[in-house]
């Protein structure tokens, strides 16, 4: 969470606080909140309710509320609603306007004297202030303007002892962003956290549901009054875009009633048009009357809302109700639309609650009847006209070879296992053709392509996918099948190439005779090609070309198809290119790293690796790969291995022979101790009472060299500094070293390794010690001439260290009058006053303390502001 920036004059705070009648300090707030809503450019709506004590005299000096923008304005701003409830609750809504001078992150909060006497859970309740915030955050990069999440549930509640207690904030965000849920603690003066505060005591565990928001409390051990303060996060695209912080109040009783059992409902998918209903039951042990309702964005919704009937609805010991909901386009939305149901008892004292909640989400229909279609070297898509008009644009989808797929009712979109790849997106949602020429370089003959469309959102809503629409290139030009390597020689390398015959030439157009023309490439410029041969034959499908260098060239082929008819002589088409398979080795470290091309246009599926026997001569399988790279590993160093490449491949469209065998060159390679090891994983610790640190390393052997023979210890006194060699260890395992300092434990250190071999690491990550290391830290009560004469005698830090070289400490009262001043880094306030000397009074204190230490790269000041209550 971002910490609160306080930004009003500390002293002047506390003067408007003096300045304010006695009795307004009275029992007073119970819960609020704070959420804002966009108007128009920087200018937004806040929203701030609280539920208040309603015998307070407070109450009446709450027509306005201070607002605090977190730009350098204040606003006061007006009670709009004040609604008596029972058991001394009243609900007040405030509502106000402001316009931000530019984009940036603001914490709009407000701070209110007092919280209502009594909290269990929050000491001193009475004289602690209450305080809530919201996070809005301006920014030209994060899209639309936001609104904060809208909170349907009150946050004031009731629970029995000894039964478990459940509440949701009903919580859902207009813009569809992402919301999540965590447990903070309450806030008080300044926007600290309440010294003293802990979460309610809890007979079993106390949970809060980071997805849903269901709070559990399970269960409260006695009565009593309890608060709690829930912060709700947007997320938009992965990053935080704001926040809201419930402060609620829960009450608990004694009473003996059992609570309400809803039956769960399932998360459901509908698609947009349809109409959805479900059942939803609840039932109380006790047999009393039941109260069932529902909640959540779909019930407020301004066109084609969804419905509980009835509403409410009631029934003695359970209760039956149904959710219709008829969806239209303007529901799609990419986060589910989460529904709450609550069940409630007429129990006395307490009508007990069960909560329930469960997802909708509305799901753009699917492009309807799409069908592909082959013309020369491209595919043409057509589809409906799509059913929902607000939808943004289409994704296209391609892969080769077809799925069967159908979706599923909550399977948005093409699923990333299916293989399909997006091959364009199309931002007009009028469209309903598409060609594909593969971005101009065209298809290939002999591949089954498949298509899928998807409609998308401005929220990135997808819908379901489309049908799934096949084609294939007609068969009129020669298609290659075989480029392998026969013969492996600097001067003498054969290959053998074939090809599949034309089988669907337009004969009208070219009524032959044909001829094949065979060209391959040039190894000194491999992006020109010569003509080779040529063939009359159109069965004529085998070449086998020869006096070629297989040892160091690659060689591509492409196999043209002309049509010689008399006056009428043209070129048919070509061939895809298809290159010889060419395998590389990387020596290393007792394994060789084997990689190959595999620039052909049919698919190559398997690929088996063969290595000559050191004893026999003959190659044999040694291992086989899905890609084009293989490690052949352990090896001994020093000795040669030779290697050759067999592939299988196949073409998806019918007419083709499958398996397609082609063989790489063959070639050898020796395994050297060539690696250095890997960097090792360095973690520092610091013996803040012996100033030495402690460093420890990891090595990371199953993917690195393992033969290490000795460790470089660097050390630099600031991060920026250069790094000094500052010891050696010798041995695989020597890898904890101390570091003994005198006067700081700061710098920053990296190790390297060294092998058998001589050969060095990188440098470890940098590990720093700051002055943060070894805290400082201030404790948030002391109990001066009390009962306890330990260490509590007087306030000082609980942790100190060399580094600290003074501090600025000043201490006030709640008035903001200094009582105590100090440059001690041990402080020592013995709970006297600095002038009278007399004992303070029982109470919270606040101080500000500069604490100045001897840092990376200098003397470096941190300020510690905080609370200290004193206890007599």
Known sequence: MKNYRYRAPFKSFLLFIFLIPASVYATHQRAAEITFRHINNLTYEITLVSYTFTPSPA????????????????????????????????????????TFSGPGDFIISCEDPNRNGGIINIPNS????????????????????????????????????????????????PDGDSLSYRLVPCRGAQGQVIPGYTLPPATHTI?????????????????????????????????????????????????????????????????????????VRAYD???????????GQPFILTDHPAELVPDPATGSGHVDATVNWQTICGHVKKQPYRVFFKAEDNGIPVQLVAMSSMQITVVG???????????????????????????????????????????????????????????????????????????????????????????????????????????????????????????????????YLAWSKP???????????????????????????????????????????????????????????????????????SSQVASSIYLTITPADKKLRLRWNNNVPWNNYLFVIYRKDLVTGIFDSVGSSIIPAYDD???????????YIKCYGDYSAPGFASPLINLSQRTCATPIDNEPPCPPELKVRTDCERSANILSWKNLQDSCSSDISKYYIYYSECNTGALILLDSLIGINDTVYEHLQQSSVTGCYTVIAIDSA???????????????????????????????????????????????????????????????????????????????????????????????????????????????????
């Not at 499908?541 to 297989?550: A, R």
């Not at 590993?633 to 290697?643: G, Q």
């Not at 009962?787 to 003074?806: C, I, M």
């Open 758 to 872: 001589g050969n060095k690491s990188d440098y470890s990550n940098k590990a720093c010690i700051d002055f943060t290391t070894c805290n400082y830290w201030l404790p948030n009560v002391f109990t001066p001439n009390g009962a306890d004469a330990g260490e509590n005698q007087t306030f000082h830090p609980r942790k100190t260290f060399s580094s600290v070289d003074h501090v600025n400490m000043t201490i006030v009262n709640r008035w903001g009058r200094e009582v105590y001043k100090t440059s001690d880094p041990q402080i020592n306030w013995d709970g006297r006053d600095k002038e009278s000397h007399q004992p303070c009074s029982e109470g919270v204190y606040y101080y500000v303390c500069e604490v100045y230490v001897i840092g990376l790269c200098g003397d470096q000041k941190i300020i510690l502001k905080g609370s200290v209550t004193i206890l007599r």
């Open 285 to 295: 042990p006790d047999s009393t009357v039941l109260t069932l309702t529902a909640t």
């Open 59 to 98: 109450n009446a000096y709450r027509d306005f509320l201070t607002i605090n923008w977190d730009d350098g304005q204040t606003s006061q701003i007006p009670r709009k609603d004040e609604i008596y409830l029972p058991n001394d609750i009243t609900y007040n809504r405030y509502v106000g306007l402001h």
């Open 126 to 173: 009475i004289n602690v202030p209450l305080f809530i915030y919201s996070e809005l955050m301006i920014s030209p990069f994060m899209g639309d303007f936001d609104n904060s999440p809208v909170l349907l549930i009150p946050p004031i509640d009731n629970g029995c002892v000894d039964v478990p207690f459940y509440h949701n904030p009903g919580a859902y965000d």
């Open 365 to 495: 229909p699917a492009p309807a009847n799409l069908t592909a279609t082959s013309l020369g070297t491209s595919i043409t898509l057509n589809w409906d006209n799509y059913a929902c008009q607000n939808a943004t644009g289409y994704y296209i989808y391609r892969k080769t070879d077809s799925t069967g797929y159908q979706h599923g009712y909550c399977q948005t979109g093409v699923p990333f296992y299916l293989g399909y790849r997006k091959i364009d997106q199309l931002n007009d949602i009028t469209l309903t053709t598409y060609t594909d020429n593969n971005q101009g370089i065209g298809l290939t003959q002999g591949i089954k392509y498949c298509y899928m469309v998807v409609a998308f959102y401005t929220d990135k809503a997808e819908s379901y996918a489309s049908n799934e629409a096949c084609a294939y290139l007609k068969k009129d030009v020669a298609v290659i099948t075989n480029v392998s390597v026969t013969t492996t020689d600097a001067a003498d390398g054969a290959i």
């Open 633 to 643: 590993k352990p090896l001994k160093n020093e000795i040669e291995r030779c290697y």
């Open 503 to 573: 089988t669907e030439i337009d004969t009208t157009q070219a009524p032959g005779p044909y001829k094949y023309l065979l060209y391959r490439s040039i190894p000194s410029n491999p992006g020109q090609y010569m003509v080779i041969d040529s063939l009359a034959d159109l069965n004529d499908t085998i070449y086998h070309d020869t006096l070629l260098n297989t040892v160091q060239n690659v060689y591509k082929y492409r196999v043209d198809l002309y049509n010689l008819t008399p006056g009428n002589r043209f070129l048919i088409g």
């Open 207 to 279: 949970h809060l549901d980071s997805i849903t928001g269901e709070f559990t409390w399970d269960s409260p051990p006695q009565q009593g009054e309890y608060n709690i303060a829930i912060l709700i996060e947007e997320w938009r695209n992965g990053i935080k875009i704001g926040s809201v912080l419930r402060d609620m109040q829960i009450i608990i009783s004694a009473c003996n009633n059992k609570p309400p059992v809803i039956e769960p409902v399932k998360d459901t998918c509908v698609e947009a048009g349809s109409f959805l209903t479900f059942d």
